[in-house]
């Protein structure tokens, strides 16, 4: 009878184990913020209506999809990941999962997810399909070549807002695309102060990995700083467009003026402060950014 526990308890931790594995492989609190865009991004597109399974579907596709294009990214990066202690514990750079896989997990996941996207429109397969690509096998190594690869990789990173808005697309739609490269252009703009502010608080890890991340040769430096205020600037007339294009109301365009001057301020703070701190401060307004963002324009939605 003892005996019989220790299997089933053991059984039960190897599971757990391996399932603790699987969201360490698709990183899965930075998967989920990516198709909370794309999924708000879908609400927001104005011939639809919530539906519980529908809104599920297109999560689960978009976690399949992002999820392949992060374990492709730690298959190829497993040996620097090794290297740096914010990701030494990741799967396949700790050996606890192989390469293949990881491999496998890419093939299944990327084309179930990009499957799922098509039965909303062949628009959303195609993107999903392209994004997964793009960062998979384009960013990824473009990392150690030229920081251009932050300008690459902001790609792939905002094409979930245009994934979900083509996920509204059918026959009878007009199939407008504007609203959706609106959504793009904000996430798009954003993840510049929200990467280099990351970059900057890892940036002797990635120094040692070999990574070019920040504009700057010589790291963190004023010109870096400079960059982060000038790209958070360009968001705040991005922010008015959700209105001009009658996506959203007037309410939810102040709360994007407001959030867009508060990122302006981070960055202006970090360019008088030059520190880690600051640079955090950047980094976790970033992140509450997006979810103010997107949930405002979502709850001040034009309904038509």
């Given at each position: 009878?003892?005996?019989?526990?220790?299997?089933?308890n053991?059984?039960?931790?190897a599971?757990?184990?391996?399932?603790?594995?699987?969201?360490l492989?698709?990183?899965?609190?930075?998967?989920?913020m990516?198709?909370?865009?794309?999924?708000?991004?879908y609400?927001?597109?104005?011939?639809?209506?919530?539906?519980?399974?529908?809104?599920?579907?297109?999560?689960?596709g978009?976690?399949?999809?992002?999820?392949?294009?992060?374990?492709?990214?730690?298959?190829?990066?497993?040996?620097?990941?090794?290297?740096?202690?914010?990701?030494?514990?990741?799967?396949?750079?700790?050996?606890?999962?192989?390469?293949?896989?990881?491999?496998?997990?890419?093939?299944?996941?990327?084309?179930?997810?990009?499957?799922?996207?098509?039965?909303f429109?062949?628009?959303?397969?195609?993107?999903?399909?392209?994004?997964?690509?793009?960062?998979?096998?384009?960013?990824?190594?473009?990392?150690?070549?030229?920081?251009?690869?932050?300008?690459?990789?902001?790609?792939?990173?905002?094409?979930?807002?245009?994934?979900?808005?083509?996920?509204?697309f059918?026959?009878?739609?007009?199939?407008?695309w504007?609203?959706?490269?609106?959504?793009f252009?904000i996430?798009?703009?954003?993840?510049?102060p929200?990467?280099?502010?990351?970059?900057?608080?890892?940036?002797?890890?990635y120094?040692?990995?070999?990574?070019k991340?920040?504009?700057?040769?010589?790291?963190?430096?004023?010109?870096?700083?400079?960059?982060?205020?000038?790209?958070?600037?360009?968001?705040?007339?991005?922010?008015m467009?959700?209105?001009?294009?009658?996506?959203?109301?007037?309410?939810?365009?102040?709360?994007l003026?407001?959030?867009?001057?508060?990122?302006?301020?981070?960055?202006?703070?970090?360019?008088?402060?030059?520190?880690?701190?600051?640079a955090?401060?950047?980094?976790?307004?970033s992140y509450?950014?997006?979810?103010?963002?997107?949930?405002?324009?979502?709850?001040?939605?034009?309904?038509?």
């Amino acid at each position: 009878m003892q005996e019989n526990n220790t299997i089933s308890n053991s059984t039960s931790f190897a599971l757990a184990s391996k399932v603790k594995d699987y969201f360490l492989l698709i990183k899965f609190t930075l998967s989920f913020m990516v198709v909370f865009s794309t999924v708000v991004s879908y609400l927001l597109a104005p011939n639809i209506r919530f539906d519980l399974l529908q809104v599920l579907l297109l999560f689960t596709g978009g976690m399949l999809v992002t999820g392949s294009a992060n374990a492709i990214n730690q298959i190829l990066e497993k040996d620097t990941d090794a290297m740096m202690k914010r990701t030494a514990g990741r799967p396949i750079a700790s050996g606890r999962m192989s390469v293949t896989e990881g491999w496998a997990f890419v093939l299944i996941a990327g084309l179930l997810g990009c499957y799922i996207m098509h039965t909303f429109s062949i628009e959303a397969a195609l993107i999903s399909a392209a994004s997964l690509l793009l960062y998979g096998f384009v960013y990824t190594p473009l990392k150690k070549v030229n920081s251009i690869a932050v300008l690459v990789g902001a790609i792939p990173g905002a094409l979930p807002c245009l994934i979900g808005w083509v996920a509204s697309f059918s026959d009878a739609s007009e199939n407008n695309w504007t609203g959706g490269w609106i959504l793009f252009a904000i996430q798009f703009l954003w993840q510049f102060p929200h990467f280099w502010a990351i970059a900057w608080v890892a940036h002797k890890d990635y120094s040692a990995a070999g990574f070019k991340l920040l504009p700057s040769d010589k790291g963190p430096t004023k010109f870096t700083a400079l960059q982060a205020i000038m790209y958070s600037a360009m968001m705040i007339p991005i922010g008015m467009l959700p209105y001009m294009y009658h996506i959203s109301g007037i309410v939810s365009m102040w709360i994007l003026l407001a959030c867009n001057l508060f990122m302006v301020y981070v960055s202006v703070l970090l360019f008088i402060r030059m520190d880690i701190a600051a640079a955090r401060k950047v980094m976790f307004s970033s992140y509450f950014y997006l979810m103010i963002v997107f949930l405002s324009l979502y709850a001040d939605k034009v309904r038509v």
